[in-house]
T-cell receptor, first 113, second 117 residues
Framework: GENVEQHPSTLSVQEGDSAVIKCTYSDSASNYFPWYKQELGKRPQLIIDIRSNVGEKKDQRIAVTLNKTAKHFSLHITETQPEDSAVYFCAANPRGATNKLIFGTGTLLAVQP | GAVVSQHPSWVICKSGTSVKIECRSLDFQATTMFWYRQFPKQSLMLMATSNEGSKATYEQGVEKDKFLINHASLTLSTLTVTSAHPEDSSFYIC?????????????FGAGTRLSVL
């Protein structure tokens, strides 16, 4: 089955710096890769996603890149702010399924003011 | 739009009792709902997928008789933890996939923290 690995497990950056979180997946049939942000005590919320027909997607300070050949994708946050502090989860859909996601282990991002 | 409500947010129960958790899509019809379990500082582990009007599909290692899932309508799915034991204590979170728009996107509830004494 699909296996999604995420690194690092914790990441501390200074406010204004960039943060990068990386994920790898095992199922070459996966074609949808979302990123969720979960603030302490709150629900996960979708912040950006990418499909396998594109290599990069950007939304203001957030971008995601996808390398299908290497089966990895990354989340890039530029000009980090304290409110970016949260746990970030990547996910992939196994066997290209439209109704299932397998999540990575999460990255705790701490942005130091 | 795309709001998912989960209730209760926190429940404490005695060992051996059953607990029901509700997951509702408030402003859209959820053809598919998902139930996850999240341990402290760990990822979201998919427990089961439920489709309206049909039996839930459980992930490997999840006891279907222990975790009863009912998806009786397009806006409501319930998870019942039967004969709960302390090892069932965890954070349970649901998500719903809508009937319109990008089909992969899941919208999450706020979660239920279950503590079994």
């Amino acid at each position: 089955g699909e296996n999604v690995e995420q690194h690092p497990s914790t990441l501390s950056v200074q406010e204004g710096d960039s943060a990068v979180i990386k994920c790898t997946y095992s199922d070459s049939a996966s074609n949808y890769f979302p990123w969720y942000k979960q603030e302490l005590g709150k629900r996960p919320q979708l912040i950006i996603d990418i499909r396998s027909n594109v290599g990069e997607k950007k939304d203001q300070r957030i971008a995601v890149t996808l390398n299908k050949t290497a089966k990895h994708f990354s989340l890039h946050i530029t000009e980090t702010q304290p409110e970016d502090s949260a746990v970030y989860f990547c996910a992939a859909n196994p066997r290209g399924a439209t109704n299932k996601l397998i999540f990575g282990t999460g990255t705790l991002l701490a942005v130091q003011p | 739009g795309a709001v998912v409500s989960q209730h209760p947010s926190w429940v404490i129960c005695k060992s051996g009792t059953s607990v029901k958790i509700e997951c509702r899509s408030l402003d859209f019809q959820a053809t598919t709902m998902f139930w996850y379990r999240q341990f402290p500082k760990q990822s979201l582990m998919l427990m089961a997928t439920s489709n309206e009007g049909s039996k839930a599909t459980y992930e490997q290692g999840v006891e279907k008789d222990k975790f009863l899932i009912n998806h009786a309508s397009l806006t409501l799915s319930t998870l019942t933890v039967t004969s709960a034991h302390p090892e069932d204590s965890s954070f349970y979170i649901c998500s719903a996939r809508g009937d319109r728009g990008p089909r992969n996107i899941q919208y999450f509830g706020a979660g239920t923290r279950l503590s079994v004494l």
